[in-house]
């Protein structure tokens, strides 16, 4: 590839990632606002929210709960988050003893309850360690949401809520995925503070 090929692919990929999140957030912004409510209504009730995700999708987790539990926007108190995806200590102890697929269900058996909201994150929908922890935070009456990309895989169909970027393409994807992060810790953090300051 020339200069002038590598130069166009990259202003075709952001012009693809922008048509896609032009979709993307305005058809799922119902189910986001929500979604954000319950979660803010989980967290009043003293829940939490658990989030999980392998690779890329671990590394979104993690920005998720730390926009929770140190702040996006706005001053306030820190708001109870788990990435699951940040104990290696029990990540290895449960891949090794019971198998990678259980690697989050276990953790999501320790820790949810009803009324909490599981995030599972998969571009592919099928990453069966995200089924099966979604699967038992539903069985514990846990909101569960899945994001994920087009069709859902596997995922569709299991979980409460599926935001589905309208693409199969792993990197678009994962950028619509950070795009709807902020954009619903962002909701969360804005209703939240409302409700308290009321």
């Known amino acids: 590839m020339k ?3 590598f130069i166009k692919k990259l202003s075709d990929d952001a012009a693809f ?3 896609l999140l032009t979709r993307f957030i305005p058809e799922t912004a119902p189910a986001t606002v929500d979604l954000a409510q319950k979660t803010v209504d989980g967290l009043f009730a003293g829940g939490k ?3 999980f995700g392998n690779g890329g999708s671990a590394a ?3 920005h998720l709960a730390a926009e929770f539990v140190g702040r996006f926007l706005l001053e306030r108190n820190p708001l109870p988050a788990i990435a699951l995806t940040t104990n290696t200590s029990s990540l290895t102890a449960i891949g090794n003893d019971y198998g990678y ?3 989050f269900s276990r953790q999501v058996k320790a820790f949810a309850q009803r009324g909490d909201v599981a995030i599972g ?3 592919s929908g099928n990453s069966q360690s995200i089924i099966d922890a979604l699967e038992a935070a539903k069985a514990r009456g846990a909101i569960t949401v899945g994001l994920t990309g087009e069709g859902g895989g596997k ?3 299991r979980c409460d809520i599926l935001f589905a970027v309208p693409t199969k393409r792993t990197p678009r994807v994962q950028e619509c995925h950070i795009a709807w992060i902020h954009a ?3 909701l969360v953090e804005q209703i939240y503070v409302a409700r308290a300051g009321a």
Request: proline share 0%; hydrophobic share 40%.
């Open 101 to 103: 697929d259980n690697v």
């Open 184 to 186: 619903y810790c962002d």
């Open 155 to 157: 995922m569709a169909g």
């Open 60 to 62: 979104d987790a993690q």
């Open 17 to 19: 990632t922008a048509s």
């Open 3 to 5: 200069r002038e090929e």
């Open 49 to 51: 929210v658990l989030v």
């Open 121 to 123: 994150i998969s571009t």
